[in-house]
């Protein structure tokens, strides 16, 4: 493939590329349906781009271009090498492209972690996952931390069915605090076990998108998955284990190191969660904030930050999560102001951030 960067006019600021692609039917991947794709990085980056044969020719700002002509570029690659994307992932390249214009797509979307029941290849989709299923591979405890939408649980749990498939652990571990986010569910009819099911539902949910229903039913039959409410945890040593808390801004400190002194021998655990949304009456210190103050620097521990630029839903979450830090951030700022000079502030006393 080559790739040709031509100045057509005496502007500094507009630019017109063209790139030539030698396989056709690679090229047509790329365009996607009724060149959807390449509508795709016209729409995010502000470009035109006209398709002539095999060859792009992309107009508009000189940044722009650029950024465009090499999102395309990539992209080829890494549809030459078998990986089919959709529109999605044009987004997702844009997104990684726009950060770090040395960032290698090819590495990051080319790292199969797991092929979902449905047949979807799961892969890391954003600099930041990829880090984070590099350090899962690495490390023996690691911390996922960031807002919701940026694929925390759900690359923890594909890594984790992974190497249950390989037989690299004899099971698979997934609990979460039963901690109530603002509805009551203590009247709930049932025993104990149907009383706690609705906290652990997301991580039914996302094991059954992995796993078919009747194999992952076998599987937590036999003991090689097991979903739990954390206080289940209490007094066990998991070894051989790969195990996976979810929610964990929702421990207390004594949870949190109950969890993480449960680890025995040739066990893995990722700890998830977002510090933005502690659910935990007021004056109840997150474990998992005071886990990133204890822990660093302890050899053999990994975190991973997440930010908003990371989440993999829809284009809005990212905006909704900025706007409501700066929310916070200016409510901060105008209690800040408020209080008296002596720095007392009844109001404030023993609220949970």
């Known amino acids: ?118 047949k979807r290849i799961i892969t890391p989709k954003s600099i930041a996952q990829k880090e984070y299923i590099d350090a899962i591979r690495e490390y023996d405890i690691v911390f996922g931390i960031g807002p919701a939408g940026t694929g925390k649980t759900y690359l923890a749990m594909a890594m984790a069915v992974a190497e249950i498939m390989k037989n690299n652990f004899a099971r698979m571990i997934l609990t979460r605090p039963a901690v109530e986010a603002g509805e009551k569910l ?55 284990s790969f195990v996976i808390l979810d929610e964990a801004q929702n421990t207390t400190s004594e949870q949190m190191k109950m969890f993480l002194t449960r680890l025995g021998y040739g066990s893995k655990a990722v700890i998830t969660g977002d510090v933005t949304q502690i659910d935990l009456p007021a004056g109840r210190a997150s474990g998992l904030k005071e886990a990133q103050q204890v822990l660093r620097g302890v050899e053999g521990i990994k975190f991973i930050l997440f930010s908003e630029r990371d989440v993999v839903r829809h284009r809005l979450v990212q905006d909704i999560i900025a706007a409501y830090d700066r929310y916070e951030s200016q409510r901060q700022a105008e209690r800040a102001a408020a209080k008296p000079a002596n720095g007392s502030d009844r109001a404030d006393d023993g609220k949970q951030d």
Not at 3 to 19: A, K, Q
Not at 39 to 52: A, D, F, N, Q, W
Not at 214 to 219: C, G, I, S, T
């Open 1 to 118: 493939m080559s790739l040709e960067f031509e100045l057509v006019t005496p502007s500094e600021e507009t630019r017109e590329l063209e790139l030539s692609f030698p396989n056709p039917r690679v090229f047509q991947d790329l365009l996607g349906q009724h060149d959807e794709h390449v509508k795709t990085v016209e729409r995010l980056v502000g470009v035109r781009i006209g398709v002539s044969g095999t060859s792009l020719h992309i107009s508009g700002d000189s940044v722009a271009c650029e950024l465009a002509a090499r999102v395309l570029s990539q992209l080829y690659s890494v549809v030459e090498k078998g990986y089919p994307i959709y529109a999605s992932d044009v987004d997702y390249a844009v997104r990684i492209l726009s950060r770090d214009r040395n960032a290698n797509l090819r590495d990051i979307f080319l790292d199969t972690i797991y092929i979902s029941s449905h």
């Open 186 to 240: 203590g009247f709930l009819p049932g025993d104990l076990v149907e009383k706690v099911n609705p906290y652990l539902r997301p991580l039914y949910d996302a094991l059954h998108d992995m796993v078919d229903f009747d194999r992952a039913q076998k599987m937590i039959e036999r003991g090689v998955i097991e979903v739990a409410p954390l206080a289940f945890m209490r007094g066990r040593t998991l070894n051989d």
